[in-house]
């Protein structure tokens, strides 16, 4: 089984209004229902849309220090994640398009990486 995260940044949403909103909910949550009675999902969320409400941590001078607001000034950033553990990239892409079908809004895909201590 491989992981695979599924994301979206948060300006790939587009301005909707919240009606356009409550109309995603039923068929983006039967997506992860599907995923959770599949046995594949890791993990879903949406994240603070809020991008002040970011901190960050850095310890690369050898001190940590642990600021408020983002770590970078950026023009996108992450809105919400998918991890799911499928056996085949075939199966990542299935879902991915599942999922972006039942959001509304595109997605990206990329491998997870095998931890060095896993065989």
């Known amino acids: 089984m491989t992981e695979y995260i599924i994301f979206f940044n948060q300006q790939w949403v587009g301005d909707h209004d919240m009606e356009w909103f409550q109309s995603r909910v039923e068929p983006s949550m039967a997506v992860i ?12 969320g949406g994240l603070e849309e809020d ?11 050898g001190t940590v220090s642990v600021t408020d607001g983002p ?35 595109p997605q990206e895909v990329r491998r997870v990486k095998q931890r060095p201590d896993r065989p």
Do not use: N
Not at 33 to 40: F, I, K, L
């Open 33 to 44: 229902h599907d995923m959770e009675a599949a046995g594949v999902l890791v993990y879903a």
């Open 51 to 61: 991008i002040d409400q970011a901190f960050s941590a850095d310890a690369t001078s």
């Open 71 to 105: 770590y970078a000034e950026t023009t996108e950033f992450l809105g919400g994640l998918t991890i799911i553990d499928v056996p085949d990239e075939e199966t990542a892409r299935m879902w991915a398009g599942r999922i972006a079908e039942g959001c509304g809004w």
